[in-house]
């Protein structure tokens, strides 16, 4: 089946430490996203990516990176300059290349605590 | 602060009666917009979109409704049942399509089905 694989499904993370969140499709979008959830909040743009080897900060980029060296593939590090790095993670993939109106597809998300 | 946000956090009705979620945003240059669906501990899916063209759209007992005058959006379901509880999210794409696509979201409001 077509989709948006994301793992782990839970993620625990020592203080200091980077962590890589796995995103991968196979629905051969050319745009990736991830974002992150807290409890209770909407959804906020860490990064997107429109095309492979190309990326783009979104609204709260700080203390995170990641690379697009394949299509399948947006992995995401949660560096240790990442101060407040437990939440609920989400990577989304559109392909807005088939017409500027086009909706996400969502994983189900890697939840990350520190411990 | 947040450019699409929601007027009531929490929603509860009894199964079988209309529920209605709200929406509001700030961004004039707004041009589609999509309502998602998140249960617990998992990734949201997609209800159902609409383009600033428009201003209803109907899906399988979903309807929204998009008031551009005041920037408002609203997502009506018939016949409630269990299965929607749920958290439910508006979005909308602040970027002229293609290239600069993406999706800001709202808090989003929790819905409460009881039987």
């Known amino acids: 089946d077509g989709g948006i694989t994301q793992s782990p499904k839970y993620l625990f993370r020592k203080e200091g430490q980077n962590v890589t969140l796995s995103c991968e499709q196979n629905?051969?979008?050319?745009?990736m996203y991830w974002y992150r959830q807290d409890p209770g909040q909407g959804l906020r743009l860490i990064y997107y990516?429109?095309?492979?080897?190309?990326?783009q900060k979104g609204d709260i980029a700080e203390g995170y990176s990641v690379s697009r060296e394949k299509k399948e593939s947006f992995p995401l590090t949660v560096t240790s300059a990442q101060k407040n790095p437990t939440a609920f993670y989400l990577c989304?993939?559109?392909?807005?290349?088939?017409?500027?109106?086009?909706?996400?597809?969502f994983g189900q998300g890697t939840r990350l605590t520190v411990v | 602060g947040e450019s699409v946000g929601l007027h009531l956090p929490t929603l509860s009705v009894q199964e079988g009666d209309n529920s209605i979620i709200n929406c509001a945003y700030s961004n004039s240059a707004s041009d589609y917009f999509i309502w998602y669906k998140q249960e617990s501990g998992k990734g949201p899916q997609f209800i159902i979109d609409?383009?600033?063209?428009?201003d209803k759209r109907q899906g399988q007992r979903v309807t929204v409704l998009l008031n551009k005058t005041v920037k408002h959006l609203s997502l009506q379901i018939a016949a409630t049942q269990p299965g929607d509880s749920a958290v439910y999210f508006c979005?909308?794409?602040?970027?002229?399509?293609?290239?600069?696509?993406?999706?800001?979201f709202g808090k989003g409001t929790l819905l409460t089905v009881n039987p």
């Open positions: 629905l051969n979008h050319d745009a």
């Open positions: 609409i383009r600033s063209n428009m």
């Open positions: 989304a993939s559109s392909s807005p290349g088939t017409g500027p109106n086009t909706e996400a597809f």
């Open positions: 990516s429109q095309i492979v080897n190309d990326f």
């Open positions: 979005a909308e794409n602040r970027g002229r399509g293609g290239s600069n696509y993406k999706l800001t």
